[in-house]
Each structure stands twice: as C-alpha cells, then as structure tokens.
C-alpha cells in the first residue's frame, strides 16, 4: 500500500471564531472559513473542481455547500462520521487529489449548534441505532457520563483516589485554556485556575463543568491539491503525512475483554497513522499535537493511546508540564475543545488549521518554536458501542 | 385437590414515613410508613417482580395460565399480563388475561384460576396481583396507600395450600372510583364507604362462607381481612368475634394499602408465618366480597424457608423529600437540562425487539460459548455467522465494571447513576442503576437486573431492564 503519504499538499485554510455566534447562519460561517481559505490559497470558488462538505446536523445534503458558495454543478459529498467529521471529509478529498481524479478539492466542516437550544450534544444512545426510529432501549448516556466511566475505572486501575485524579485533570483543563486565552478564534479566552476546575458543578462524577467542552458554532475549511502541484500556489504549503481513521465494532459491551482505562480506536487510528508516516518514535518525532480533550479524561488516556507517555504514566508527564507551549510536546497549543467548544462537524478542521498555521510559523503569542511535524485527533461515538477516531498527520516541507 | 403451591412478592424498595407526608400540608401524621414505588416503577413492572420472586421457587413448573390483577394498568386499552409473560419469557401458548378494575381482582382471579385448575383445564396457574395507585396529595390516603405486588402459583399438585371452600357476593356499589379521564382514586364520604362498602359486605362473606361450610372463628389459626386501615379491619374482626391474635396484618403499617395486592399481601403474611395444619380465612371487598378458606400442609416449610417477604421488608431506603415523592409520582411536572429530543419511538421495533427488550434474551455462540447482549447476527469474538442459541441475562447476577453519576441526564430524580455489568457466566451490559443511592455506586458492587419502566412516549410504555445493587 503506498499511502497517502506526500501525494497531497493543503495550500490554503480558513476558520471561523468559533463560539455562541448568534447572528451567524451555516451559510455565514461557510462562507467566512471557506473565503479565508480562498484568499489564503490565492484561488476562488470558479478553481474548485470537487468538494466534500463535513457536518453531522447543519446541512442534511451537499446543496447546503452548493448553495452558500454557488459552486456551480461540481461534484459535492456530504460527510458525516461523528466528531471525526471534519477530518474524514479532508480523508475523502485527499483520497480523491491522490487517484489523480481532481487537481483541486475544497474541503468544509460547519456545525450551528447554537440555535438548537441544546445543553450538551446527544447521548451515546444514537450511536448505534436510526435516527429516525428505534425501541429506545439504549440507556441515555451523556457524552461527559461515558467519560466520567473511563475516568473511574482509570483511577481505580492506577490507584489514584478521586481527588487526587480530579487535580490531575485539572492540569490539562488549566493548559487548555492558558493556550486559548491566547487565541483570539477561541470561544473562551480565559485562564482558570486549578481550584476553579475542582470547584465546578459536577455534570457527570467525577467531572465537573469545567472538564468538559463547550457547546459551540463554527466552520474550518481547506483547499487541497498534489503535491508536485502545491509550490505553484504558495511557498509553504503543508504536506499530508497520514490519514487514518479507526472504527469500532461493539466490542467494549459485547464482551468483557475492554478495559475501560484506554481508548482502543485511538490507539489503532495513531499505529496506522505512525505506519503512513514512518514514524517510529512519536513522542519524539511529532513536534506539535492537536487532540480531542471533549472531557479533561479525554486527553490524558490519549497522551497514552497516541504513545505520546506509556500506559498508566500520563500523570508523569501532566505533572511535569511536558505537553504545556514550553513543554517538548506541545499539546492543544490552541487551546483545544476546551477553549472553542466542539461544532461537531468543524473540529477536526479547526485542529488541522491550527497544526498548519503553526507549520507555516503562524500563531503568535503561542507559537511554538520550529515545529516539524505535527498530528491531530479526534474521537467520535459512544465508548461502549463503538468510536470512531481519526488521526491525521501533516509536515513541513523543507 | 387445587391450592397455592408457591408464592412471591415485591415492595418497591423507597419508603416513607406517613409523619413526613402529614408535615408537608400541616394535617395529622398517621403511624407507620409506605411503600413508594419508584418513577421507573408501574403496575406491570411490580407484578413481573412478584412473578419472578414467585417462580424462583418452583422453576420447573410451566406456566399455563397467568393472570394480572389490577385497578391501575398502564393501558386503558392493551393487555398488561402479555407484557410481564413476554418479561418472564414463558412460551406464547400461555392464556393471559388482565383483571382490572376491581379492588378485589386478586380474589376475582383466584376464583378463575382455581376453577380452572379444578376443572382440568389448567394445571399452573400465576396469578399476580399489583396496585400502583394514584389519590390525590394532602389526605390521609396519600399516607395509608402503599404500592407493591404479590404473586401466588395456583395448581394442583405440591401445595402449600389446599382451598377449603370459598363464598362470593357481588353488588353494585360507588365508594371510590376512577371514571374517564380521571388520573386519581375519587371517593364518596367516608363514613358511607365504610360502612356500606366495608363493613356490611365483609360481614356478610364471612358469615356467610363459616355457615356454608360450619366453621366457628375460633378454628381459625388466621384471618386476612382486606381493609382501608388498622383500625377498620381489627373493629371488623371484632364484631366478627375473632380475636385480635387471630387477625393477620398485610403490612399496612410498613407498606401500606396495596390496593388489590392486598388480599394476596396478607395471605403470603400469614403463610410465611403458618404452620401445616393451621386453617386461613381470607376475605376481600370491592362491589361485593370474596371469601376464601385454605388449610397449610406440610409442605409449607419448603417455601418457607426462602423468605420472599421478610427479604422485601428488609430492603428499604427512606424518601427524605416530598418533592422527591412527587416525582416519583409523576404528580409535578420540573424543568428538565435542554436536551435533544429522544428519537421517536417505534412501535414496529417495539415489536420486532420484544424478546431482547422485555425477556432480556442475548445469544451465546455455538462455536466459541461467547455469551453477548444484544443479540447479534455475527460473533464478536470468531465471527461465526447465524450460530447462536438464546442466552438470558434477567436472572444473571452481576458486578459493576466501572460507573458514573450522571446529572445531565434528564430524569425525574437526578442523578442518574449509570455502569457497565459484567454478568456472572460471561456478558456485558452498559445500563442505568435504578434504587441507589449515588454515593453507594462502587466497582465491584454486586448488581441483579430489575425490570422498570424507561419512560411513557406517546402513551407507550417502554419497558426494559437496569440493575439494581443486590441486597441480601
């Protein structure tokens, strides 16, 4: 298998301030992402030969793309793969450049959550069944109660006692919002402290508010091409190193092997994608990473998953400040879910923006120093039924 | 011979005291506490209960008959007993039949499950009683009422208890009643009811039934008198001339009027207490009264020792707040977290998944003896296609695997305590945690599954399973 390795190239991206954009429509915030893509790439909407179009409840069909961007009669795909959306419409139009069907692809993920009225997205019940009809026997597990179950059996595991982990956590959540306080597309811009984090209500134990992600509006977009063709349009166009994407079938509930302290998908999506890329050492090699802290837990079984500390050790590396901007890994540098909240459909590509800007030297106040390589993650589903994770890594070319 | 060959029973496990309800609303607090079911708790799952308490008695013993006794079903129109025989997974060539609408539907059904037995056309017959009854708050029958459900096997061969005779008078009589529309019990004033209604009926059962078969109170070791209170039944008894000792409590100062669970309350009370030999009157009221005569045999020890209702009158946990009573009630709508709406129920995959949903039937692999729930087409573990045999988990003990506590969830009383179940035997269920106290919620904690209600769509009641922490 050759891979995605190198064939194709991203040489434009836009995203949105991400957050409660109550005057914004999906048509606005398409159109915000995907113009700052076009000025960034130097092309318009008349260059786009194909596109995918990545949402999971903004836009039932591609029209919705067509139709904000009146791209006229062109091929557009609708993408919808849980919380990896927005990188698994980036797989499917990097797939498509590298068969060498397409020149030029634009990919888009946009989520509205905001006018939904909705506190918190839906439960891990809708994962395995229509959506349209069921026996609705499937308990009503929220998002942060599957969490709060890996979280208890981690502590249990390691030994850890429920404060002990709860200030563990805390480190990450304080992290986060230390980088996001830095960016201005973020949705919250503001520090909090470790006791803030302890103090907050508790949505599901042993996580509070404050471990979990936001609930927000927002859109990322990319515009794609071959590599051999990507120096054409710009100096510093960032490379795709690998795609991966990981899916899970069940096996959490329907045997008793899983062990509630790892995310099994996470782990296989990072293999596939070290494999792509030839990495052999991740810790050492990815300078930069961008993952999916939905809940604070989240993010510390993923410094795990993605081998970035070995198993049962993350809090070495919390403790030590290891994945902090000053730290040799740095981990959400732009302030992760934590600070923009998660548009379910636009997140992935939110990540990838920021891995590539921070490629090209872009990022400011939080800019990290000469990064090489950088990966970015998501998880999507429900732990007990089955995720999908996605891990995407892109380079610099020198 | 026909009788009673086994018998079960089910209190929901919340109780309150009748002091605290009397505080809320400043009237005067009667003695005692009742039982309260829970808000995933109903008629139909009380009585599957029972059922189950009952059959774990007698397990090989196949059922024929079933029949629910009730005045509060949760369908106006639609069986209840085909849903508990579908949760206890009996064959589909059981006669289900619903007695409603009668305080004395247990009695009722006892006639027509021991004439059945005695005319040849049955031989096990589960006769279940279960009462979830709604009054209104701030009276004295909020605080008497009790819900709970009790269940007896009528048959013909290892009784417990062999009927003696019975005796039945039916009249046209209002004393309280749920007309259309109505969500609570209405009644007419009090002092009619108990005495036209209670009183005079009662009398004339049982002084009817010792003349039809010449028997003196004094040759019987018990009498279970159906009753509104303590008060009424023991001044029934004693115009009667039957001794204090000889009257039978139905836990109507632990549990409550369990409506026409009643009956069946009081005669497993003085079962579970009797002697072989000793002979039982009971009698119960409701447009007319039934009476009924047994005589305990020796085989009573057997079903003694598994003290069905000294382990129900153990599990307790107290309701501390009114407000938390009124939710498990239904009685006050709250504002709930905006969540998004649950997909739309359908009635087709109702049907289609009745046996994983409402029998908890998973599969076990032919090839590889990988037990797995839900039901699956191919293995998990060798990927066998089509080669599974059913495999039920309802009656399979459990541990807590990991857990949370969920206050997001939208549920009448918050928060929701959910785990993963590993079953003893292989499996795995992720599942809500039903009767806790969240702080009780540990890995490793023993749990049993409980049939319960998940919510009511559309005026469907969707029933499935939860564990519950196993309490001896």
Known sequence: MPGIKDRVSIIGMGCTKFGELWDKSVEDLIVEAVYEAFDDAGVGPDDIQAAWFGTVYSGLTAVTLAKALKLRYI??????????????????????????????????????????????????????????????????????????????????????????????????????????????????????????????PIVAWPLGILDSCGVSDGAAAAILTRSDLARSFREDPIDIKALAICTGDSRPTLTTDYDFTHVEENFLAAQMAYEEAGIKNPRKEISIAEVHDCFSIH??????????????????????????????LPINTDGGLKSFGHPIGASGLRMIYEVYKQLQGKCGPRQIKNPTLGLTHNLGGSIGIGNVASVCILGRRD | MVGIACYGVYFPIRRMKREQLAEVWGTAGLAGERAVANYDEDAVTMATEAAISCMRGVQKKPIDRLLLATTSAPYYEKQSASIVASALGLSSDVFTVDYTGSLRGATIALTAATDAVESGHARNVLLIASDKRAVLPKGKREQLWGDGAAAVLVGESDLIAVLEGSHSLSENFLGEWRGEGDMFVKSWEERFVIDEGYMRPMREVIIGIMEKYRFEPRDFRRVILSAPDTRRRNRLAKTLGFELTQ????????????????????????????????????????????????RVTEKIKDIQQRHELKKCLRRRMSVNRYSEYLKMRNFVATEEPKRPEPIPLSVTCLWRENKKNLALVGVKCKKCGTVQYPPQRVCVACKAKDNFEDYSFSDKKGTVFTFSVDYLTPAPVSPTVFAVIDFEGGGRIWCEVTDIDPSEIKIGMPVEMTFRKLATVNGISNYFWKARPYRK
């Open chain 1, 299 to 328: 993010e510390m079984l993923i410094y795990e998953d993605l081998q970035f500390s070995a198993r049962g050790k993350a809090r070495i590396d919390i403790e030590s400040g290891a994945f902090t901007l000053d730290g040799d």
């Open chain 2, 247 to 294: 009257v039978q409590d139905a836990c109507l100062d632990t549990i409550g009027n369990t409506g026409t669970a009643q009956p069946l309350v009081g005669l497993i009370s003085a079962l579970e207490e009797a002697s072989p030999g000793d002979r039982l009157l009971l009698a119960t009221y409701g447009d007319g009264a039934d009476a009924f005569i047994f």
């Open chain 1, 75 to 200: 091929p557009i795909t609708r993408v919808e793969n849980m919380c990896a959306t927005g990188t698994e419409a980036l797989r499917a139009a990097a797939y498509a450049i590298a068969a060498g069907i397409y020149d030029i692809a634009l990919v888009v993920g946009v989520e509205k959550l905001k006018d939904t009225g909705w506190t918190g997205v839906s439960s891990a019940n809708v994962v395995s069944q229509s959506m349209i009809s069921s026996s609705n026997t499937e308990p009503d597990i929220t998002a942060p109660s599957m969490f709060a179950m890996l979280a208890n059996r981690y502590f249990y595991v390691y030994k850890i006692s429920p404060d002990e982990g709860k200030r563990l956590l805390a480190h990450i959540v304080v992290k986060n919002h230390h980088n996001g306080a830095l960016n201005p597309k973020a949705h919250f811009r503001r520090e909090v402290t470790i006791d803030d984090v302890l103090n907050s």
